[in-house]
């Protein structure tokens, strides 16, 4: 299921010019899955990972 998250977030970056912002002015990874927490996305790193090989 987090690998699915990964992706929707994945997604949602991709079409959000402020998303994509916000990503960047993070400082660290910690603040970055904290980002994606905000509207639900759960995943780990090797998800991440997972899914922007696909």
């Keep these: ?3 699915i998250y ?9 079409r959000s010019r402020e998303l994509q912002d ?3 002015a993070c400082r660290n990874r910690e603040e970055r899955f904290s980002l994606a927490k905000e ?3 759960t ?8 899914a922007g090989q696909n």
């Excluded at 995943?43 to 997972?50: E, G, N, P, R, V």
């Design 6 to 14: 990964a992706k929707a977030f994945m997604e949602q970056v991709m």
């Design 43 to 50: 995943f780990t790193a090797d998800d991440l990972k997972s």
């Design 1 to 3: 299921m987090s690998l």
């Design 39 to 41: 509207p639900g996305y």
């Design 22 to 24: 916000r990503l960047a």
